[in-house]
Nanobody, 123 residues
Framework: QVQLVESGGGLVQAGGSLRLSCAAS????????VGWFRQAPGKEREFVAH????????DYIDSVQGRFMISRDNAKNTVYLQMNSLKPEDTAVYYC????????????????WGQGTQVTVTT
Protein backbone atom coordinates (compact mmCIF):
# COMPACT_ATOMS: atom_id res chain seq x y z
CA GLN A 1 0.00 0.00 0.00
CA VAL A 2 1.10 3.52 -0.78
CA GLN A 3 -0.56 6.60 0.68
CA LEU A 4 -0.03 9.94 -1.02
CA VAL A 5 -0.54 13.40 0.46
CA GLU A 6 -0.28 16.55 -1.65
CA SER A 7 0.57 19.97 -0.28
CA GLY A 8 1.75 23.35 -1.48
CA GLY A 9 -1.31 24.58 -3.30
CA GLY A 10 -2.68 28.06 -2.82
CA LEU A 11 -3.66 31.35 -4.38
CA VAL A 12 -1.14 33.07 -6.63
CA GLN A 13 -1.17 35.85 -9.20
CA ALA A 14 -0.55 35.13 -12.84
CA GLY A 15 3.17 34.90 -13.49
CA GLY A 16 3.86 33.61 -10.03
CA SER A 17 5.18 30.26 -8.83
CA LEU A 18 4.18 27.43 -6.56
CA ARG A 19 5.84 24.17 -5.62
CA LEU A 20 3.59 21.21 -4.97
CA SER A 21 4.77 18.27 -2.92
CA CYS A 22 3.52 14.70 -2.95
CA ALA A 23 4.62 12.87 0.18
CA ALA A 24 4.32 9.09 0.18
CA SER A 25 4.18 6.51 2.89
CA UNK A 26 5.63 3.08 2.35
CA UNK A 27 9.21 1.98 2.06
CA UNK A 28 8.87 0.87 -1.55
CA UNK A 29 7.83 4.24 -2.96
CA UNK A 30 11.07 4.36 -4.94
CA UNK A 31 9.75 1.54 -7.13
CA UNK A 32 6.72 3.60 -8.25
CA UNK A 33 6.54 6.04 -11.09
CA VAL A 34 4.49 9.13 -10.30
CA GLY A 35 2.22 11.40 -12.27
CA TRP A 36 0.58 14.73 -11.58
CA PHE A 37 -2.94 15.33 -12.82
CA ARG A 38 -5.27 18.28 -12.50
CA GLN A 39 -8.99 18.83 -12.67
CA ALA A 40 -10.63 22.17 -13.25
CA PRO A 41 -14.30 22.79 -12.43
CA GLY A 42 -16.54 21.23 -15.05
CA LYS A 43 -13.64 19.54 -16.82
CA GLU A 44 -12.22 16.05 -16.91
CA ARG A 45 -9.08 15.13 -15.02
CA GLU A 46 -6.03 15.97 -17.14
CA PHE A 47 -2.56 14.46 -17.14
CA VAL A 48 0.10 17.11 -16.45
CA ALA A 49 3.50 15.51 -15.83
CA HIS A 50 5.18 12.21 -15.09
CA UNK A 51 8.44 11.00 -13.61
CA UNK A 52 9.80 7.47 -13.67
CA UNK A 53 10.63 5.57 -10.50
CA UNK A 54 14.33 6.42 -10.78
CA UNK A 55 13.74 10.04 -11.71
CA UNK A 56 15.66 9.55 -14.95
CA UNK A 57 12.81 10.50 -17.29
CA UNK A 58 10.23 13.25 -17.03
CA ASP A 59 7.37 14.07 -19.39
CA TYR A 60 4.95 16.97 -19.64
CA ILE A 61 1.91 18.04 -21.57
CA ASP A 62 2.60 20.76 -24.10
CA SER A 63 0.78 23.46 -22.20
CA VAL A 64 3.13 23.25 -19.19
CA GLN A 65 6.36 22.33 -20.98
CA GLY A 66 9.05 24.82 -20.04
CA ARG A 67 7.02 26.21 -17.12
CA PHE A 68 6.60 23.16 -14.86
CA MET A 69 9.26 20.79 -13.62
CA ILE A 70 8.67 17.44 -11.92
CA SER A 71 11.32 15.95 -9.67
CA ARG A 72 11.62 13.43 -6.88
CA ASP A 73 13.68 12.70 -3.81
CA ASN A 74 13.34 9.00 -3.06
CA ALA A 75 15.24 9.38 0.21
CA LYS A 76 12.40 11.65 1.37
CA ASN A 77 9.63 9.67 -0.36
CA THR A 78 8.54 12.88 -2.05
CA VAL A 79 7.77 14.03 -5.56
CA TYR A 80 7.64 17.72 -6.42
CA LEU A 81 5.99 19.80 -9.10
CA GLN A 82 7.61 23.20 -9.50
CA MET A 83 5.18 25.48 -11.33
CA ASN A 84 6.47 28.75 -12.75
CA SER A 85 4.89 31.43 -14.92
CA LEU A 86 1.49 30.33 -13.76
CA LYS A 87 -1.55 31.24 -15.83
CA PRO A 88 -5.22 31.47 -14.89
CA GLU A 89 -5.86 28.37 -17.00
CA ASP A 90 -3.62 26.40 -14.61
CA THR A 91 -6.30 26.81 -11.94
CA ALA A 92 -7.40 23.34 -10.82
CA VAL A 93 -7.18 20.75 -8.11
CA TYR A 94 -3.85 19.00 -8.55
CA TYR A 95 -3.47 15.30 -7.74
CA CYS A 96 -0.45 13.07 -7.56
CA UNK A 97 -0.76 9.40 -8.33
CA UNK A 98 1.55 6.38 -8.40
CA UNK A 99 1.87 3.26 -10.54
CA UNK A 100 4.32 0.38 -10.89
CA UNK A 101 4.95 0.71 -14.62
CA UNK A 102 7.50 2.76 -16.52
CA UNK A 103 5.18 5.36 -18.02
CA UNK A 104 1.47 6.16 -17.87
CA UNK A 105 -0.57 9.16 -18.92
CA UNK A 106 -3.99 7.58 -18.46
CA UNK A 107 -5.54 7.94 -15.03
CA UNK A 108 -6.92 4.40 -15.07
CA UNK A 109 -3.37 3.00 -15.14
CA UNK A 110 -2.59 4.43 -11.71
CA UNK A 111 -2.92 2.46 -8.51
CA UNK A 112 -2.80 5.10 -5.79
CA TRP A 113 -4.04 8.67 -5.57
CA GLY A 114 -3.72 11.58 -3.20
CA GLN A 115 -6.61 13.74 -2.06
CA GLY A 116 -5.61 16.75 -4.14
CA THR A 117 -4.49 20.31 -3.48
CA GLN A 118 -6.16 23.43 -4.89
CA VAL A 119 -4.19 25.81 -7.08
CA THR A 120 -5.86 29.10 -7.98
CA VAL A 121 -4.20 31.58 -10.31
CA THR A 122 -5.68 35.07 -10.49
CA THR A 123 -5.24 37.75 -13.13
Amino acid sequence: QVQLVESGGGLVQAGGSLRLSCAASGRIFSSYSVGWFRQAPGKEREFVAHITWSGSTADYIDSVQGRFMISRDNAKNTVYLQMNSLKPEDTAVYYCAAHRGYYAANARDYDYWGQGTQVTVTT
